[in-house]
Nanobody, 125 residues
Framework: QVQLVESGGGLVQAGGSLRLSCAAS????????MGWFRQAPGKERDFVAA????????NYADSVKGRFTISRDNAKNSVSLQMNSLKPEDTGRYYC??????????????????WGQGTQVTVSS
């Protein structure tokens, strides 16, 4: 059973950067795609980014393309989300998730069956 723990959230001014990390314990990790989602208060959980098991394929929400970068280190059982040029609308709780699949970094929450507790990101204007 895989457990996911996110870290790296915090308060940052608009235009700033944060790097989120997700550490996985248990196994397996390297054979599945991983994703990041976020949820603002009173809103649904939205897709942010995903990466295939090998790291060779990535997928981003249009709202974060060119600003966020997802990466993974299978040797360290971790996945990261580098967030640059942050905007107030990026505020929310960010969740790391493990997909049911290996090769497809999909954007559908139902494709993910293991979730972390989340880390809060707040961007002030």
């Amino acid at each position: 059973q895989v457990q996911l723990v996110e870290s790296g959230g915090g308060l940052v001014q608009a235009g700033g950067s944060l790097r989120l990390s997700c550490a996985a314990s248990g196994r397996p990790f390297s054979t599945y795609a991983m994703g990041w989602f976020r949820q603002a208060p009173g809103k649904e959980r939205d897709f942010v980014a995903a990466i295939s098991w090998s790291g060779g394929s990535t997928n981003y929400a249009d709202s974060v393309k060119g600003r966020f970068t997802i990466s993974r280190d299978n040797a360290k059982n971790s996945v990261s989300l580098q967030m640059n040029s942050l905007k107030p609308e990026d505020t929310g709780r960010y969740y790391c998730a493990r997909s049911r699949y290996s090769a497809s970094p999909t954007r559908w929450a139902n494709d993910y069956n293991t979730w972390g507790q989340g880390t809060q990101v707040t961007v002030s204007s």
